[in-house]
């Protein structure tokens, strides 16, 4: 059988892939984690709308679970959380690492975790922008430092907020590969480096990333 001339070749591991030529199954190497109550389109659905979601490439953890809480009231992923001014707001995160092979064939390893935090000041002049203001990596966590308990990781930190509504999202990365982001080293100190194409290995540039969960501070 033939293939046609828009059609790709399949995605085979071989240590490099070319970027412009090939793609993956879906699933094989991105994949997207939604919270859904139910096993159902519907419920999926409307854990997509409300944001309870988190991504990874490579299968690089098995799960991941984000909490904000002010001790009264919490909230997880594409959530609101409002707590009073002044009231201590903490983070509590806990994740399985992976646990078996990938396609490529190998079980990944988390090398980082980082928080990252930014304001909400209203709707952007420029939404052609594609900056969050203020936003930035506060904490750089590396999983040999963070305690691992029946096969999970997990710790808490208190979040030094600023004084309006802000968002904290998580993302982690192998380690492997990483540059300082756009803005700086200040901002973001070791972010996804820019991909060759033609040149580059996917499985050796694992990362997750989460959504936000909001904060609002009220008086």
Same mark, same amino acid.
């Given at each position: 059988m033939q293939r046609s001339p828009? %059609?790709?070749?399949? !995605? *085979?591991?071989s240590g490099t892939v070319d970027l412009q030529e090939n793609d993956? +199954?879906?699933g094989y190497y991105s994949r997207t984690h939604v919270g859904a109550r139910e096993v159902t389109?519907?419920? *999926? =659905?409307?854990?997509l709308?409300? $944001?309870? *979601? +988190?991504? /990874?490439? $490579?299968?690089?953890?098995d799960s991941i679970d984000v909490t904000v809480t002010d001790g009264a009231m919490s909230a997880t992923l594409g959530g609101e959380l409002t707590a009073k001014r002044g009231r201590a707001v903490s983070l509590t995160v806990t994740?399985?690492?992976?646990?078996k092979p990938n396609f490529a064939g190998f079980v990944p390893e988390l090398a980082?975790? /980082?928080?990252?935090?930014g304001t909400v000041s209203g709707p #952007?002049?420029?939404?052609?922008?594609? =900056?969050? !203001?203020?936003?930035?990596?506060?904490?750089?966590? !590396?999983? #040999?430092?963070?305690?691992?308990?029946? $096969?999970?990781?997990? +710790?808490?930190?208190?979040? &030094?907020? !600023? %004084? &309006?509504?802000?968002y904290i999202r998580l993302r982690g990365t192998d380690g492997k590969r990483s540059q300082p982001g756009f803005l700086g080293a200040n901002i973001d100190p070791a972010g996804p480096a820019i991909d060759q194409p033609g040149n580059a290995d996917p499985w050796e540039d694992l990362w997750f990333y989460t959504n936000p969960i909001f904060v609002g501070v009220i008086s």
């Open positions: 828009e %059609s790709k070749e399949d !995605p *085979v591991y993956f +199954w879906p389109y519907g419920s *999926v =659905m409307e854990g709308r409300e $944001g309870r *979601v +988190w991504v /990874d490439h $490579g299968c690089l953890i994740l399985e690492p992976a646990s980082r975790v /980082d928080v990252i935090m #952007a002049e420029d939404r052609d922008a594609m =900056m969050a !203001p203020e936003t930035r990596v506060i904490t750089q966590l !590396p999983v #040999a430092d963070l305690a691992v308990k029946d $096969g999970k990781i997990s +710790w808490t930190q208190v979040l &030094e907020a !600023p %004084s &309006e509504k802000f």
